[in-house]
């Protein structure tokens, strides 16, 4: 990563830091979502194991999914009010201009991922991963992270106004649900069992979880990063083709 897209990712931390509102949001909904499936609905849901245990995946990502619709919204925005017009004059490229929000996307959401953990650990989580195993779940948070921000990059070049970035960024958001981050997929209709075992962010889900807590955990781990290298791939390339029509 060059100068100009660190000096970038500092601006866009910066910008985040004078948005406390939006911070405050960010951080704490995925946290308050996880109260709730805890300690409102846990006791109805069989899992095999206590519920706070099983649930801890899935809320880290529903976190980063939050983080990353900031990352749209911001592009959007920079899009919108001549921010680009104004780096391209000093010869600053798209790709350290999208790098800049990407690598701030990716260290926001770290930080609140690990709120989440510390919340976790505070209400009852108890991981029983070796050292390895708490580097392969953080290489494949990064990893995840890293790909949705560069997806939510992209969508924000496709949105013609912040408003709409935020809204095509629901999907990130929603995406959790529909997977075994929150119930078992066995539980749910028959209908839906294909789409829940197969879309990307269960295999995510299923690695963190068995990493986490010293468990068998087949070959999801490398269909986790396939997935996650494949979205990246993909959405660098489309946030490429995006920036030029937008910037030509």
């Known amino acids: 990563m060059n100068t100009a897209a660190l000096a970038l990712a500092g601006r866009s931390l910066r910008i985040s830091r004078?948005?406390?509102?939006?911070?405050?949001?960010?951080?704490?909904?995925?946290?308050?979502?996880?109260l709730i499936f805890v300690y409102f609905f846990g006791g109805a849901i069989d899992t095999g194991t206590a519920y706070v245990t099983y649930v801890v995946p899935g809320a880290m990502l529903l976190c980063a999914?939050?983080?990353?619709?900031?990352?749209?919204?911001?592009?959007?925005?920079?899009?919108?009010?001549?921010?680009?017009?104004?780096?391209?004059?000093?010869?600053?490229?798209?790709?350290?201009?999208?790098?800049g929000h990407v690598t701030a996307?990716?260290?926001?959401?770290?930080?609140?991922?690990?709120?989440?953990?510390?919340?976790?650990?505070?209400?009852?989580?108890?991981?029983?991963?070796?050292?390895?195993g708490y580097l392969a779940a953080a290489v494949l948070l990064v990893a995840y992270i890293t790909a949705i921000s560069w997806l939510a990059a992209a969508l924000g070049l496709l949105a013609k106004t912040p408003e709409a970035a935020g809204g095509f960024t629901f999907l990130m958001m929603f995406l959790p649900y529909p997977s075994s981050a929150?119930?078992?997929?066995?539980?749910?209709?028959?209908?839906?069992?294909?789409?829940?075992?197969?879309?990307?962010?269960?295999?995510?889900?299923?690695?963190?979880r068995a990493l986490l807590l010293a468990q068998p955990a087949g070959n999801a781990p490398w269909v986790a990063l396939g997935w996650s290298a494949a979205v990246t791939v993909l959405a660098v390339a489309l946030a490429g083709v995006l920036f030029r029509r937008r910037t030509s």
Request: proline share 7%.
């Open 182 to 208: 929150f119930v078992p997929i066995d539980t749910m209709p028959g209908w839906l069992h294909g789409f829940a075992e197969h879309q990307p962010l269960t295999p995510v889900i299923e690695s963190l």
């Open 18 to 34: 004078r948005q406390p509102d939006a911070l405050i949001t960010a951080l704490m909904l995925p946290v308050m979502l996880m």
């Open 105 to 132: 996307s990716v260290l926001r959401n770290l930080v609140s991922t690990t709120l989440v953990l510390a919340v976790a650990l505070a209400i009852g989580f108890r991981p029983q991963a070796s050292g390895a």
């Open 65 to 99: 999914g939050f983080g990353a619709a900031s990352t749209a919204v911001s592009v959007a925005d920079d899009m919108r009010n001549g921010v680009i017009d104004r780096l391209r004059s000093l010869d600053v490229g798209g790709v350290p201009i999208l790098a």
